[in-house]
């Protein structure tokens, strides 16, 4: 094999799912013995993160269907996949609180709420209003767009950018996204 891990791992998601994600990492490596009834098997996983929208599912060679599910509400998974699941929910909720990466999954432009919202699904937990706004404004790192929602019932929200330059400028310098 001339590929790295990570470029299989693209291959693989572009080939079977048909998925080009903006953010893949490697997350762990599974190998506990007997993991596979069928012979040893040591798995790197990698988690990513794609918009729904950006995707319909699509079995390819590997599997017989494909479907979006609920990582709550998931089939029965072969073998010790629910562990490595498990694995990627615990990482992606860490990561959330010390990385912007939850920018990733929304659109260009997006509310506050939509924002707020992302993070209490990922979180498992209610975050108050108030100050979810204040902490996350006083990061600097939000465009405020001269925009507003469009074809809502409510009164229209204003519209917000992630900034992701100004965000790189403040990594640099040292500054920690952490909420």
């Not at 918009?51 to 990582?71: N, T």
């Not at 029965?76 to 996949?81: G, I, N, R």
Request: net charge neutral; hydrophobic share 40%.
């Amino acid at each position: 094999m001339d590929e790295s891990l990570e470029d299989a791992a693209r291959r693989e998601l572009e080939e079977e799912a048909g998925i080009r994600p903006s953010h893949l990492e490697q997350l762990y490596t599974f190998g506990t013995v007997g993991r596979d009834p069928r012979g040893r098997v040591i798995t790197v996983a990698y988690f990513v993160l794609v918009k729904l929208s950006d995707y319909r599912p699509r079995a390819a060679s590997d599997a017989r269907e494909a479907a979006w599910f609920s990582v709550w509400d998931t089939p029965k998974l072969a073998f010790d996949h629910a562990e490595i699941l498990s694995t990627a929910l615990q990482r992606l909720k860490g990561k959330v609180r010390y990385q912007p990466i939850g920018f990733e999954l929304l659109p260009p432009k997006f509310t506050l709420t939509q924002l707020q919202r992302l993070y209490e699904v990922v979180l498992e937990r209610t975050l108050d209003k108030r100050n979810f706004r204040k902490k996350i404004l006083a990061m600097d790192l939000l465009e405020e767009l001269d925009e507003v929602e469009q074809d809502v019932s409510h009164r229209a929200a204003r519209l917000y950018r992630f900034d992701h330059r100004k965000y790189k400028q403040l990594e640099k310098a040292g500054f920690n996204f952490e909420l």
